[in-house]
């Protein structure tokens, strides 16, 4: 930190939540602070969290939610721990946070809501801002509704609609304590009100209203500036996990030259795949809202025996019901890209909460011996690569493939450098022409991958069938001799195994050989990776690896587990992983380190954690 | 559409047939490879779909493309064939279990989508496969492996389902009838819509007769009415009897007997878009009633595959977006 003339003081990364209630407008607020954040040249990546519940009672806990955002000059790997700024619009949105702030935090309150009424509902005794509980915290408490209004008062507007308007005071507040860009800010709101053009003007009235009120009081004695991120270059957006992942699907069809099918049925965290790759009917995408799970999934069945890169996309509830006709796929050995958004389970659990709980289910949970690819995406951003590999790995070995995201990548955001689409590799699935010589056989394959050759409808002479019984090898009749199953169980096996020439060698960060390997998947990356890098730069012998291919796993993987005094694997479940690896490298001592919270890893938790191992 | 002449022959496969001896199933196929010729379709254009169950098989047996599924999900698999790819002949061979029970759902929502598919019900009330337990058509009291006692649950009538979910095409025949069987199958590959047949069939095994009542030679003609679209609802061995329309029921009538000529017997209008009617008519039954059979129902309305590809020829001929890079490119960016 270099403090400079005016009290502005440099700072690498800032964590700025804002909280209230569902109709405060806070994911508002929160992308009108990434995205001029963004403009500015900071790395960021963002985290919405909201209960289950559409309107829960105003003013209560229940109904608190809210939108992090992590900015820095330096890389962003996570949407960040505690937070140094809570905009909280009532009293339960600050008590609800109270538990995730840093000591020392910047704390911007509408002080005209900490009223008996409002603290009674948040289950407040006391008025914290008088009863000295927030002490050790710098707080701001603005007569926030109350300016609101008056700004408002010539613009004849009704008070519901100037109410709506708070959280541009706030974050006009917000701006002027972290040196934003008023014009930036103005030109958001420009583009969201396009279409109630009306709206601009007050917003930005009261944003401006929020800047002035920090700036005019000298509330604020020192404000911050965070300089943008000079290693990041190019051209990029801002993306949730949700649209990477159906972006990645669309572009890998295009490069499939394949039309796009996705076979889906309305469930929390995935929805919004559905809902964006149906927006999309002009680059020719067809999705299917089925009337549930079970029918997603077979409709993307029939849409692949008939030519498409098809897709279902689901959360674990979902994945059960869909079990039977993952082994149809596997059976039929036809492509297909399964998404699973993991949420809190078991049952329906906790839906808007992220967990990584459905590894065994996406690994093991079918009938028979039904082998599938298994593949995790580990930031919002690279669930378009994850998702692009999934359909490209699926139609070249001709075999289904479950991605797994979860509720934390799928509704955050972080910056995306936008690739040139037709630079991306290309898939080719091994299609047959028409009158295929001999007859078509379908259950004849490739010799090196064991992909079986793809014939579909509207092909002249290569009528054929295919179903979940048991076929006979090359020709596809169905047989039910033993040494015939025999035979397509280890091929359906070995395929799947030979899938590992398409899977890149596993990443290691830190030494080969050592005293602490920690190792996550998917999602915990993030977290992972920046604790190992804070541990690693304090000059500890530790070093991280994160899976993204759980089935096969890297060629390299026993290579890289072996060498270390300890092997300690962390994730968000009870120990799937672990025992996973456990089972595949029984030569090697893994230690488990495991969170059951239905939320992402902090990275002080993890840097606890791994001192403690590194101190015993 | 095509000038291949096609006979019977193409559409049998190589695939040995092994349903049981004396199966209504095999007429039921000799039916529809007859059928086939006569609809002006490649065969490298028809896909067959099926679920679980003895009639299921039915894919292997014809050659043309095929896929065998899950139990129940035929109307889910078919559907994703025909919406992703409409320029097929999509045909559905399930049953009474598999459709009436575990496919429910999906039934009615292959009909009430209206997606362009020929769904041909084998309904002989009965699980055949599992061995001879009641199914969802079973008559209420049906002594089987599983109601020793008789079943204590109303049965399904399919034709209710049909318009309970906005069907636009129903039609019924006995597997005894090979001739009528030809001409509807022909009438629902026309029909541009979900068009449900359902076939009453005879398991030899496990439900000998059971629609014996209906198709009997002896019965069958005061048992059963043909249906035929613009023609007078008449029936009965000596083709005297009718239906008539009193207050909200039908009524048979003999032509000639108290005060009924031939100009009170109801027209039989397949095409009314109301359903009226065709509810009536699906729900008749013995003894009251002949059995219905022919085309009760085929109307025209907007079709789910034919919507979609308007809507995505629409979106692509006035959007901006063309490919992938267009789109990536589009909206809010920041250059770093």
């Keep these: ?616 | 559409m095509t000038e291949i002449k096609y006979t019977r022959k193409d559409f049998v496969s190589d695939q040995e047939v092994k349903w049981c001896a004396g199966c209504g199933d095999y007429s039921i196929l000799s039916a529809v490879t007859n059928a086939l010729p006569e609809i002006g379709i490649n065969k490298k254009d028809i896909v067959f779909v099926s679920g679980i169950g003895c009639s299921s098989r039915f894919p292997y047996y014809v050659d043309t493309y095929g896929i065998h599924g899950l139990h129940g999900r035929a109307a889910a698999l078919a559907s994703g064939v025909k919406v992703s790819h409409p320029h097929l002949s999509v045909w559905i061979a399930t049953g009474d279990g598999d459709s009436m029970a575990i496919g429910g759902n999906h039934f009615i929502h292959l009909i009430r989508r209206n997606i362009d598919v020929n769904l041909i019900l084998f309904n002989n009330e009965i699980y055949g496969l599992t061995k001879g337990q009641y199914s969802p058509t079973s008559p209420l009291g049906h002594v089987t492996k599983t109601s020793p006692h008789g079943t204590v649950e109303h049965p399904f009538k399919p034709a209710e389902l049909v318009m309970g979910s906005e069907g636009t095409f129903f039609a019924r025949v006995p597997d005894t009838n090979p001739k009528m069987m030809k001409e509807v199958f022909i009438e629902a590959a026309k029909h541009n819509g979900a068009s449900i047949v359902e076939v009453l069939q005879n398991c030899v095994i496990f439900n000998n007769n059971t629609h014996e009542e209906i198709t009997g030679k002896e019965v069958r003609d005061d048992h059963q009415i043909y249906l035929k679209h613009g023609e007078k609802m008449i029936f009965g061995a000596e083709n005297n009897k009718g239906l008539v329309l009193e207050g909200l029921k039908l009524k048979v009538v003999t032509i000639g007997e108290d005060g009924y000529t031939l100009d009170d017997i109801l027209v039989h209008n397949a095409k009314d878009k109301d359903a009226t009617m065709h509810y009536l008519l699906g729900r008749m039954s013995l003894p009251e009633f002949p059995v219905a059979m022919g085309v009760i129902r085929a109307v025209d309305a907007a079709v789910y595959n034919d919507e979609l590809e308007k809507q995505i020829s629409n979106a692509k001929a006035t959007s901006k977006i063309k490919n992938m890079n267009d789109l990536v490119n589009a909206g809010e960016t920041f250059v770093l």
């Design chain 1, 1 to 616: 930190m270099a403090t400079k003339a005016n009290n502005v003081v440099e700072v690498d990364k800032v964590v700025v939540k804002f909280a209230g209630d569902s109709g405060d407008g806070m994911q508002l607020s929160g992308t009108q602070f990434s995205d001029t954040s963004a403009i500015l040249g900071n790395d960021l990546a963002t985290f919405p969290d909201f209960p289950s519940e559409i309107r829960a009672p105003q003013g209560t806990l229940a109904g608190v939610s809210g939108f992090q955002v992590h900015i820095g000059h330096t890389d962003i790997y996570t949407s960040g721990d505690d937070a140094d700024v809570l905009v909280a619009m009532n009293p339960a949105a600050l008590r609800y946070n109270m538990s995730h702030l840093k000591t020392g935090s910047t704390i911007i309150v509408d002080g005209d809501l900490f009223e008996p009424k409002n603290l009674k509902k948040a289950g407040y005794e006391t008025n914290p801002l008088e009863d000295g509980s927030l002490s050790n915290y710098t707080v701001i408490a603005a007569p926030i509704t109350s300016q609101t209004r008056t700004i408002l008062k010539e613009t004849g507007l009704d008070v519901k609609t100037m109410d709506k308007s708070r959280n541009q005071f706030a974050i006009g507040i917000v701006f002027y304590l972290l040196n934003r860009d008023m014009e930036e800010g103005a030109k958001f709101l420009a583009q969201k009100f396009k279409k109630k053009p009306e709206l601009i003007d007050s917003n930005v009235l009261v944003m401006k209203g929020g800047h002035n009120y920090a700036h005019n009081l000298q509330l604020i004695h020192t404000t911050y500036r965070i300089n943008p991120n000079l290693t990041k270059k190019g051209k990029y957006r801002n993306i949730t996990g949700n649209v990477a992942t159906a972006w990645g699907l669309m572009a890998a069809a295009e490069r499939a030259n394949l039309p796009l099918f996705l076979g889906s049925y309305p469930i929390t965290p995935a929805t919004e795949i559905l809902a964006e790759l149906a927006k999309f009917k002009n680059l020719g995408v067809k999705t299917f809202q089925a009337e549930d799970e079970i029918a997603g999934v077979m409709s993307a069945i029939g849409a692949a025996y008939a030519g498409s890169l098809a897709a279902t996309s689901t959360a674990g509830p979902g994945l059960s019901l869909k079990s039977e006709a993952l082994g149809l796929a596997v059976m039929t050995e036809l492509p297909l890209v399964v998404v699973d958004v993991q949420r809190g389970g078991p049952s329906t659990g906790l839906p808007t909460k992220t967990e990584q709980s459905d590894l065994m289910q996406a690994l093991y949970g079918r009938n028979g011996e039904a082998p599938m690819i298994v593949m995790a995406a580990s930031s919002s951003s690279d669930c378009f690569h994850y998702a692009f590999h999934a359909a490209k790995i699926s139609l070249e070995h001709m075999t289904p493939v479950i991605l797994l995201t979860d509720s934390y990548l799928a509704n955050g955001s972080e910056l995306w450098q936008i690739p040139d689409i037709n630079q991306l590799p290309e898939i080719k699935a091994p299609l047959v022409g028409e009158n295929v010589e001999g007859g078509y056989k379908p259950y004849l394959r490739n010799e090196e991958n064991l992909a079986r050759y793809w014939a579909v409808p509207g092909q002249e002479g290569n009528q054929h069938r295919v179903g979940g019984l048991e076929k006979e090898d090359v020709t596809g009749s169905v047989s039910h001799n033993p040494h015939n199953h025999e035979k397509m169980v280890q091929l359906r096996a070995e395929k799947v195994r030979r899938a590992v020439v398409d899977v890149p060698n596993q990443e290691l960060n830190g030494p080969e050989k050592g005293k602490l390997l920690v190792i996550g998947w998917g999602s915990t990356k993030g977290a992972i990776f920046t604790a190992w890098k804070q541990l690693f730069n304090e000059g500890k012998d530790i070093a991280s690896a994160c899976f993204n291919y759980i089935m096969p796993l890297p060629a390299n993987t026993e290579e890289i587990l072996s060498g270390y005094d300890q092997v300690l694997v962390c994730e968000l479940n009870n120990g799937q992983f672990v025992n996973y690896l456990r089972m595949n490298f029984p030569n090697i001592k893994f230690t488990q380190f495991n969170k059951n919270q239905a939320q992402p890893f902090m990275v002080t938790e993890l840097v606890q954690k791994f001192n403690e191992i590194l101190e015993a």
